[in-house]
């Protein structure tokens, strides 16, 4: 495991992986779920180093003292509400509208 105070301030994939002592793959899969601060450059993803390791901290807080970790640690994103699609409106007909109806005949 990489010492973290000779960490460079951006790591890449690889250094990450080394780091967290797991495999690539798996911290491009925790990228995708959103659960360690990547920026993607081009095809690349790089992680800064103090984003990582307060994400970390905060995890492993919440992990080990749930109370501790809520105090300390930044507030849950509210999840994404989805707005409900808008109704759809009546097809108009095409062409020409029908020509009134005459009047009804009236009864003496």
Do not use: F, N
């Not at 360690?36 to 103090?50: A, F, H, I, M, T």
């Not at 501790?68 to 699609?85: C, D, T």
């Amino acid at each position: 495991m990489a010492e973290v105070t000779a960490l460079p301030d951006m790591l890449t994939v690889p250094q990450l992986a080394e780091l967290l002592d797991c495999t690539t793959d798996t911290v491009e899969e925790r990228t995708r779920e959103r659960t360690l601060p990547g920026l993607k450059y081009g095809r690349s993803w790089v992680y800064p180093r103090d984003a990582v390791l307060e994400v970390l901290r905060q995890q492993a807080l919440a992990h080990v003292r749930p109370e501790v970790g809520a105090q300390h640690a930044a507030p849950a994103p509210k999840p994404l509400a989805i707005a409900p699609r808008p109704a759809k409106r009546a097809a108009r007909p095409r062409g020409r509208s029908p020509a009134p109806l005459p009047d009804p005949p009236r009864v003496p």
